[in-house]
């Protein structure tokens, strides 16, 4: 495994646990049954080396997704980082744009952000029952 990918997974679990933690799976009334690691394909481009594969290829990331079925049976996966990222964005928002309605002067959340908002939150869990869903199977 790429260091990147090592740094991603990492940097995902631990705050997938501090979201746990701080109780934000009820906020955004996410079920644990529904929790599951999917591979998109995000990672850096690789060169291509002698000797190798004739084309370059890039690699999968692994981010943990909620799957979502609507009343007519279709299922759709949202990630539960960048779900929590965009109601952190629209939720501290102070002022809008009159126009567009986006919010003025806010910058989207990033991960070390991201860890230090949660870190100072109250902690609600602090038990290790969800340290089961951050097990990614090798499929």
């Known amino acids: 495994m790429k260091k990147y990918i090592k740094k991603h997974l990492k940097d995902e679990k631990r705050i997938l646990k501090l979201m746990y933690k701080k109780g934000i799976f009820e906020i955004l009334n996410i079920d644990f049954k529904n929790l599951g690691w999917e591979?998109?394909?995000?990672?850096?481009?690789?060169?291509?080396?002698?000797?190798?594969?004739?084309?370059?290829?890039?690699?999968?990331l692994p981010e943990l997704h909620e799957w979502t079925q609507d009343y007519w049976g279709e299922g759709d996966s949202h990630s539960v980082i960048n779900s929590f990222k965009d109601h952190l964005?629209?939720?501290?928002?102070?002022?809008?744009?009159?126009?567009?309605?986006f919010p003025i002067n806010q910058k989207y959340p990033t991960t070390k952000i991201l860890i230090e908002y949660l870190t100072k939150l109250p902690t609600i869990n602090n038990n290790s029952k969800f340290n089961k869903y951050l097990i990614r199977s090798a499929e």
């Open 39 to 60: 591979y998109l394909l995000y990672g850096k481009r690789q060169r291509r080396r002698k000797g190798k594969n004739k084309y370059a290829f890039r690699e999968c």
């Open 89 to 101: 964005f629209w939720e501290t928002a102070k002022e809008f744009d009159e126009e567009s309605g």
